[in-house]
């Protein structure tokens, strides 16, 4: 009788040991899936990054062209004015 226990706890043993050797595979697979979707998420923040970066130099130079474009209106506008002064005269 103390053979049979024995017996049933190295069938035991081998059938947990089965289980824990197939389940070993998942638990890589999840890992791995962890580790390439914190990756991902680490590429996003830079590509994000990078386009918040790209968008404030757009920004800038719309800026300044707007600010160009306001100072040329305003010269012309004097520049109509001395025209006009000078037609009247």
Not at 52 to 71: P, T
Not at 74 to 86: A, D, F, G, S, V
Request: glycine share 4%; charged share 40%.
């Amino acid at each position: 009788m103390d053979n049979g226990y024995i017996i049933l706890g190295i069938v035991a043993l081998l059938f947990l040991s089965m289980y824990g050797y197939s389940y070993l595979s998942v638990i890589r697979e999840k890992i791995a899936q962890k580790r390439e979707q914190k990756k991902e998420l680490e590429r996003e923040a830079l590509r994000r990054e990078k386009r918040l970066k790209h968008q404030e130099a757009i920004d800038q130079k719309v800026s300044a062209f707007n600010k160009r474009k306001e100072e040329i209106q305003r010269e012309l506008k004097l520049l109509e004015k001395m025209k006009e002064k000078q037609k009247v005269s």
